[in-house]
């Protein structure tokens, strides 16, 4: 009887755990996007496996800093846009809200260059064509999905990151990379030298502003109790989604630099653009390879188009203290006013590997007024109550913040001819 009754207890408890898994996933298309396939391609054709290890601290890094976004979206049942405009000064809410909707159209400029190279590589399609179509595909799904049910779209996601999952899957079949050696650079921090660089290119890539406000954001799609014992229990599902979803998105990053090891680094071929790499991967690696690496690529540039303009639209209407109704007339102007820069730069028809720099510069430039405010929110006992940050996490929020912070002014003052030395 006992057993039956534990085994009833499991089973709905289980339940309970799986309508509370959704939200981290679309957060985790975000951090899979080409930006991060650049990064990750120059890691592995570059510097072989030695470089994975970024990958898994910084996706730690990245569990501790979502949780905290998520927690105050929870606790405070508003998104950290309207949190921001709520608590800080409206000069400060200005100026925050100001530099986040440029990072959000600097991640919309990599995921619609992205997807338009996938369908480039996958139909022989114009980019511009195929950045005209992603940017449709986008306003579609988004609008066709309600604030309150965002289970359409968590389906979506989940279905392109197992897709591009696969895809890797088969491409690690067919390249065979030395998995010993790939184990190794996991979890054994190295660095060779040249490749600090495009460690701190890795690590800045993964911790994304517009990801953060998109968290606090989507978590409300689940119901959490007003009880605190009980919103304590259901919290933990969130930290489970969290983690499940982030482990995901450091499995897909970490098969990206497998395969670019075991294809451009073993033939020595130095890589310096996603185009350059889908050329290449042909001959070496067979068309199948080719056509798996345009079906991610496509999946990633549409999946994170789609969450950066969940996450623009969220900005704008919660810094402007707006409802977020995605039928207003603010709330679809601002779904596709940050695209326009991107589809302007694409007709122009400028270096893409030039774009995905300045995307990532831009990022650079606004994280730390993503980040900071968030922990000073997570802090506060009067904002968070009981759930306030402290303690051990707080100690390493600060920590992760300032490495995060550093490694990204790094790398913003080497992409401006900054010269340092390790």
């Known amino acids: 009887m006992k057993k039956l009754l534990s085994g009833a207890l499991a089973q709905v408890a289980g ?73 800080f000064s409206r000069p400060a809410s200005y100026f925050l809200g100001a530099t986040i909707v440029a990072a959000c159209a600097a991640t919309d400029l990599a995921a619609c260059l992205g997807a338009a ?26 609008l066709a999905q309600r604030y309150e049910r965002l289970e359409r779209l968590e389906r979506m996601i989940v279905i392109f990151l197992a897709a591009i999952a696969a895809a890797y899957l088969v491409e690690i079949f067919i390249v065979r990379p030395d998995l ?31 990801n953060i406000y998109l968290h606090s954001n989507v978590i409300q799609s689940r119901e959490w109790a007003t009880d605190p014992v009980l919103r304590r229990k259901l919290m933990r599902f969130e930290m489970v989604d969290t983690t499940v979803a ?4 450091w499995a897909i990053n970490s098969a990206m630099i497998m395969v ?71 709330y679809r102007f601002a779904l596709v006013t940050t695209g326009i820069p991107a589809l302007v730069l694409i007709a122009l028809n400028v270096d893409s590997y030039k774009a995905l720099i300045l995307s990532q510069v831009v990022l650079s430039l606004q994280l730390p007024f993503t980040v900071i405010p968030l922990l000073l929110l997570a802090r506060n006992r009067r904002i968070m109550g009981e759930f306030a940050s402290r303690g051990a996490e707080w100690v390493l929020g600060i920590i992760v913040t300032v490495i995060v912070v550093g490694l990204n002014l790094l790398l913003l003052y080497q992409t401006f001819g900054g010269r340092f030395t390790f």
């Open 15 to 87: 339940s309970q755990l799986l309508r509370y898994l959704g939200p981290g996933f679309l957060v985790t298309i975000g951090f899979v996007d080409p930006g991060n396939w650049a990064t990750n391609i120059a890691g592995g054709a570059g510097f072989n496996y030695s470089l994975l290890w970024v990958v898994t601290l910084s996706t730690l890094m990245l569990i501790l800093i979502q949780s905290m976004s998520a927690r105050v979206g929870i606790v405070t049942g508003r998104s950290l846009a309207a949190n921001v405009r709520l608590h």
């Open 260 to 330: 670019a090891a075991a294809v451009f680094f073993r033939h020595g071929v130095v890589v310096r653009s996603i185009e350059q790499a889908s050329v290449t991967l042909r001959p070496l690696a067979g068309p199948a390879a080719h056509q798996m690496f345009g079906v991610a690529l496509l999946l990633s540039g549409i999946g994170s188009s789609i969450t950066s303009s969940l996450s623009q639209a969220n900005v704008v209407t919660g810094y402007l203290g707006k409802p977020e109704d995605p039928h207003s007339s603010l």
């Open 246 to 249: 982030m482990t995901v998105g």
């Open 180 to 210: 010993g050696a790939a184990a190794r650079g996991m979890v054994i921090p190295r660095v060779e030298p040249g490749s600090i660089l495009i460690a701190l290119a890795m690590l800045g890539a993964v911790v994304m502003p517009h």
């Open 117 to 142: 190279l996938g369908f480039r590589i996958l139909f022989g399609m114009p980019t511009i064509v195929g950045a005209f179509l992603t940017v449709g595909i986008v306003v579609i799904a988004v």
